[in-house]
C-alpha cells in the first residue's frame, strides 16, 4: 500500500493532511483547551508548527511506522482535527486524537477513532492498541472506554515542563 487512502465513515472522511490543512490546523490546534488536554501539543500553536508537523506525514505512512490523518466532515469537508497512529512498532499502534473545539460534543473523536483502528486492523497489520489520556480529560476517557480499550495504570509522566497524570490502556485487537 504507497499511497495513504481515504477512509469513509458515515459523517466523516478520515484523509491523508495536505500543506494548506496548515492554516486550519494551527488555528483549530492553538486553542488554548487543546493544548491542555493533550501531551504534545504546546501553546501557543503557530503555523510553522502545523507545517513541519504536517511535513513528517507522508514519510511515517511510506515507512509504516505510523498514520495521520485529517479528519474532516463529509457534509462540507471542513476539517475539524486528527486521528493517528504517530507510533506503529511490532504490531503495536499507539492511538492520538485531537477535535477542534467548535467540534466538541458530537462523536468525532470516536467515530473517526473507531473507523482507523478498524483500518489499521485489517491494512497495517495491527494486533494491539494502545492509548493513553491526561487523567483530567474525561472526554478522551470516554472514547476510549467506547473503544474498548482496557485500563492498565496511571503514570505521572513530565511534559512541557510540568508533571502530569496519564492514563494507559492497551488492548489486543
Same mark, same amino acid.
Given at each position: 500500500?504507497?499511497?495513504?487512502?481515504?477512509?469513509?465513515?458515515?459523517? *466523516?472522511?478520515?484523509?491523508?493532511?495536505?500543506?494548506?490543512?496548515?492554516?486550519?490546523?494551527?488555528?483549530?490546534?492553538?486553542?488554548?483547551?487543546?493544548?491542555?488536554?493533550?501531551?504534545?501539543?504546546?501553546?501557543?500553536? %503557530?503555523?510553522?508548527?502545523?507545517?513541519?508537523?504536517?511535513?513528517?506525514?507522508?514519510?511515517?505512512?511510506?515507512? !509504516?511506522? !505510523?498514520?495521520?490523518?485529517?479528519?474532516? *466532515?463529509?457534509?462540507?469537508?471542513?476539517?475539524?482535527?486528527?486521528?493517528?497512529?504517530?507510533?506503529? %512498532?511490532? !504490531?503495536?499502534?499507539?492511538?492520538?486524537?485531537?477535535?477542534?473545539?467548535?467540534?466538541?460534543?458530537?462523536?468525532?473523536?470516536?467515530?473517526?477513532?473507531?473507523?482507523?483502528?478498524?483500518?489499521?486492523?485489517?491494512? *497495517?497489520?495491527?494486533?494491539?492498541? %494502545?492509548?493513553?489520556?491526561?487523567?483530567?480529560?474525561?472526554?478522551?476517557?470516554?472514547?476510549?472506554?467506547?473503544?474498548?480499550?482496557?485500563?492498565?495504570?496511571?503514570?505521572?509522566?513530565?511534559?512541557?515542563?510540568?508533571?502530569?497524570?496519564?492514563?494507559?490502556?492497551?488492548?489486543?485487537?
Amino acid at each position: 500500500m504507497n499511497s495513504q487512502p481515504n477512509i469513509d465513515t458515515e459523517r *466523516l472522511t478520515l484523509r491523508p493532511f495536505a500543506e494548506e490543512d496548515s492554516e486550519i490546523v494551527a488555528q483549530l490546534a492553538g486553542d488554548k483547551r487543546i493544548a491542555d488536554m493533550t501531551a504534545n501539543i504546546p501553546h501557543p500553536y %503557530e503555523l510553522n508548527m502545523a507545517k513541519t508537523w504536517i511535513a513528517t506525514h507522508q514519510a511515517k505512512w511510506e515507512s !509504516g511506522k !505510523g498514520a495521520v490523518y485529517a479528519v474532516t *466532515l463529509k457534509s462540507d469537508q471542513q476539517l475539524i482535527g486528527t486521528v493517528s497512529f504517530p507510533s506503529i %512498532e511490532e !504490531g503495536v499502534g499507539v492511538l492520538g486524537y485531537w477535535i477542534g473545539v467548535p467540534y466538541w460534543g458530537n462523536g468525532y473523536a470516536y467515530e473517526a477513532s473507531r473507523a482507523l483502528v478498524d483500518f489499521a486492523k485489517e491494512h *497495517l497489520g495491527m494486533r494491539y492498541l %494502545e492509548v493513553m489520556h491526561l487523567e483530567e480529560n474525561q472526554q478522551s476517557q470516554s472514547v476510549i472506554n467506547k473503544l474498548g480499550v482496557k485500563y492498565t495504570d496511571t503514570r505521572t509522566n513530565r511534559m512541557q515542563g510540568k508533571e502530569r497524570r496519564v492514563k494507559y490502556y492497551r488492548t489486543k485487537l
